[in-house]
């Protein structure tokens, strides 16, 4: 259901139907003119969310109990019609970006490619910006793309996959989600100078790590990137990444860490792009300088854009990112049934950061930070929010 809200807006908002109720495109001006092309590449480092900006709810709240019976019935359905938690996770899209997406989406629909379940607005945009806003590249991504979630079956892994091992995994590999930095987006970090390749391949295999690495990205998707948007009342939809790289250097960069490494990576590029804000490598030593020269190498000039080595003195970088201190988020929620809109607001007491990156939370009751996939999307008020504006928007 929560897929649902990440949807184009409604088709009387931006495309009409066609006298045979097929999916049509609205008419767009011809994508390739060299003005807007030119215009296009001067902001292809833009962060993904700045192509849509956060929308004022309306502050004003009706005192129920001095209306009447009739104006507090109107008043209600007006409310029950209200598409505020949609406009947030759409966000206020750019029309530079509506044009070119409409030239994507229409030239999929034309060729009869475009599943409905995938026609999504920020999806296309995404894949737009992966290939510096040249529709025919991609679109030729955005089918592979489509072809390799068939034949992987990716749409049911969040359902399919079990990925029991996952406590033993970060035993022997520490990542996991914890927070959100101060745009609101996920925050995920991984002590790679901390891995055991040797153990972790004991208690799992290749296969089933990456799997498990696509679930994840699937969980970002439909999950954490929505909930973030409610929680920031703003579209979020790319994380902030810290990767700790003490003691790592060319000598333990094994060949199985290589190919697990390679596979990663090329998944993200080609069917999970622009979904990375920043990168920070952090107590990076002179090994892992000899060794970023070679891994560098794999990545595409986009992704690097987005990447900063840092030594042992990275706090100062980290901090303009990342919020150490406690944090308050804020968001509006139908109070259901009675289906009027209120204002809620709820205290993370805790962290972004866990005390080994310069902050101050440990999540001792979960055996550290990074067993306890901390964030919006775990918080019970706005899981219930998500919930009840499913059941607003779609019944």
């Not at 987005?306 to 706090?315: D, E, N, P, T």
């Not at 080994?356 to 008020?381: A, E, H, I, M, V």
Request: glycine share 4%; aromatic share 12%; charged share 25%.
């Amino acid at each position: 259901m929560i897929a649902r809200l990440l949807k184009f807006p409604a088709a009387s908002e931006r495309y009409h139907m066609s006298s045979t109720g097929e999916r049509s495109a609205s008419p767009t001006l011809d994508s390739d003119d060299p003005e807007r092309q030119k215009k296009r590449r001067n902001s292809l480092n833009l962060p993904l969310e700045a192509h849509w900006h956060l929308i004022e709810v309306e502050k004003k709240r009706t005192v129920l109990s001095k209306m009447s019976f009739s104006a507090m019935q109107y008043s209600l359905k007006r409310i029950t019609r209200s598409n505020t938690y949609c406009r947030i996770l759409h966000g206020s899209l750019d029309p530079k970006d509506e044009h070119l997406v409409n030239s994507l989406r229409k030239l999929l629909l034309s060729d009869g490619q475009l599943p409905e379940k995938h026609d999504d607005y920020h999806t296309l945009l995404r894949f737009l910006r992966m290939r510096g806003f040249d529709v025919l590249k991609a679109k030729e991504m955005f089918l592979n793309m489509v072809k390799w979630r068939e034949e992987n079956n990716i749409d049911t892994i969040m359902k399919d996959f079990n990925f029991e091992e996952c406590a033993a995994v970060k035993k022997f590999y520490p990542h996991g989600f914890h927070g959100v930095d101060k745009y609101g987006r996920p925050l995920y970090i991984e002590r790679v100078g901390l891995a055991d390749l040797n153990a972790l391949l004991r208690v799992t295999t290749v296969d089933r790590f990456i799997k498990y690495h696509i679930s994840e990205q699937e969980k970002t998707l439909r999950v954490r990137y929505p909930a973030c948007s409610l929680a920031a009342k703003r579209h979020v939809a790319s994380i902030t990444t810290i990767l700790d790289v003490t003691g790592v250097g060319a000598n333990n960069f094994s060949k199985p860490a290589r190919e697990l490494f390679i596979e990663i990576q090329k998944i993200d590029s080609n069917y999970y792009p622009e979904t990375l804000h920043q990168l920070y490598i952090i107590n990076a030593g002179p090994g892992f300088r000899v060794l970023w020269k070679v891994i560098s190498a794999f990545l595409e000039a986009r992704t690097l854009s987005k990447i900063q080595v840092l030594g042992s003195k990275f706090q100062n970088n980290l901090f303009e990112a990342v919020d150490p201190r406690y944090i308050t988020c804020f968001s509006f929620a139908f109070n259901y049934p009675l289906m009027w809109m209120e204002r809620i607001s709820f205290m993370f007491f805790c962290s972004n950061l866990p005390d080994f990156l310069g902050g101050t939370c440990t999540c001792s009751d979960q055996g550290g930070c990074l067993f306890k996939d901390k964030g919006p999307w775990t918080n019970p008020k706005i899981c219930e929010l998500l919930q009840v504006n499913a059941i607003c928007l779609y019944t």
